[in-house]
């Protein structure tokens, strides 16, 4: 069964559609937050089961853009408006920020890991593979990890 509620930064967003696999976002997810920024950083047509949700107090979110980038100061800003919600982040910095503020996170490769687990994909494998050949930062080690914390074999 999905869970409810997710917030997804821009990188989540960027990564996944390289690797035609944003979808993975609404078999985890019943709902999947951005903001307006995000929207407008990702700069590709969204599907219509991704919500752009203002900020409804933009104070936090020019707070916490002093040390994150615009996208994650509005993913974090809205996490914290909104009840019950996971937020989707992959840089180190803005992760540290987040568990300090005591908001739930995961990564991109924890979305692809979780809907392996749910039996929503065949295979976090091929889908972490496919990564690899991207520009997107990820030590081998770590897709390793990914891969038996998924229950398959690297």
Not at 97 to 103: E, S, T
Request: contains cysteine.
């Amino acid at each position: 069964m999905p869970e409810s509620l997710v917030i997804a930064d821009t990188s989540c967003l960027i990564l996944l559609s390289k690797v035609d696999e944003l979808a993975i976002l609404k078999l985890n997810y019943n709902r999947i937050l951005i903001t307006p920024e995000i929207a407008n950083e990702f700069n590709q047509d969204l599907p219509d089961w991704i919500e752009v949700i203002g900020l409804k107090d933009r104070g936090l979110q020019l707070l916490l853009q002093d040390s994150l980038d615009l996208g994650e100061s509005t993913a974090l800003a809205l996490a914290i408006e909104t009840d019950n919600a996971t937020v989707i982040l992959d840089d180190l910095k803005a992760r540290k920020l987040a568990q300090k503020l005591g908001l739930k996170i995961t990564g991109t490769i924890g979305v692809i890991i979780k809907a392996k687990l749910r039996g929503n994909i065949p295979s976090a494998k091929a889908i972490l593979n496919k990564i690899l050949s991207t520009d997107f930062r990820i030590n081998s080690k770590t897709v390793e990890e990914a891969i038996k914390l998924a229950g398959e074999s690297p």
